[in-house]
T-cell receptor, first 111, second 113 residues
Framework: DQQVKQNSPSLSVQEGRISILNCDYT??????FLWYKKYPAEGPTFLIS?????DKNEDGRFTVFLNKSAKHLSLHIVPSQPGDSAVYFC??????????FGKGTKLSVKP | DAGVIQSPRHEVTEMGQEVTLRCKPI?????LFWYRQTMMRGLELLIY????????DSGMPEDRFSAKMPNASFSTLKIQPSEPRDSAVYFC???????????FGSGTRLTVV
């Protein structure tokens, strides 16, 4: 049973527009959430995180929103750039436990 | 720091052969993880070590898989005998006290024919 779900395998966005990547989780005990970005032939790299005590965390063009009641988080990229084209993984953990990853969403940003 | 180093980058082997994947974590990190990435299952945790001790190997698919961490700077993941369904990208990651994000290596792409 998947505890972290990314229901959209792919997303295509025009350069300059907003990219919104979504993630749902089932375990209400998760208290730490992260987004990773992965380019082909490379390992995932940490992008941004959020603790369950917050509902928003912002870092430059990247903002993560957490809706605990809906068990949903999203990553917003504004404005999107062609270099943002990659696979984005959502991950969650509880009490400094291991990270559980979703299957990823492939983002394509078209010039 | 050179980051998490994995070798080899690519491995092609015949079914039934033994395969050994290697990982050097970031110096000072005390937790090491082995993940497997497939299209069907995404990133799955196989096993993790804390202070060189295996803590949870419940993700190891079968007895054909084994992992060791003889010291703080080296870990291996072995598959014996290998099967075509083991074909995947295997990632090693490390962190300090499992706080914050993990640092991943570039992965080993394994193809078993």
């Amino acid at each position: 049973d998947q505890q972290v779900k990314q229901n959209s395998p792919s997303l295509s966005v025009q350069e300059g527009r907003i990219s919104i990547l979504n993630c749902d989780y089932t375990n209400s005990m998760f208290d730490y959430f992260l987004w990773y970005k992965k380019y082909p032939a490379e390992g995932p790299t940490f992008l941004i995180s959020i603790s369950s005590i917050k509902d928003k965390n912002e870092d430059g063009r990247f903002t993560v929103f957490l809706n605990k009641s809906a068990k949903h988080l999203s990553l917003h990229i504004v404005p999107s750039q062609p270099g943002d084209s990659a696979v984005y993984f959502c991950a969650a953990s509880r009490s400094q436990g291991n990270l559980i990853f979703g299957k990823g969403t492939k983002l394509s940003v078209k010039p | 720091d050179a980051g998490v180093i994995q070798s080899p980058r690519h491995e092609v082997t015949e079914m039934g052969q033994e395969v050994t994947l290697r990982c050097k974590p970031i110096s000072g990190h005390n937790s090491l993880f082995w993940y497997r990435q497939t299209m069907m299952r995404g990133l799955e945790l196989l096993i993790y070590f804390n202070n060189n001790v295996p803590i949870d190997d419940s993700g190891m698919p079968e007895d054909r898989f084994s992992a060791k961490m003889p010291n703080a700077s080296f870990s291996t993941l072995k598959i014996q005998p290998s099967e075509p369904r083991d074909s995947a990208v295997y990632f090693c990651a490390s962190t300090f006290d499992r706080v914050g994000g993990y640092t991943f290596g570039s992965g080993t792409r394994l193809t078993v024919v």
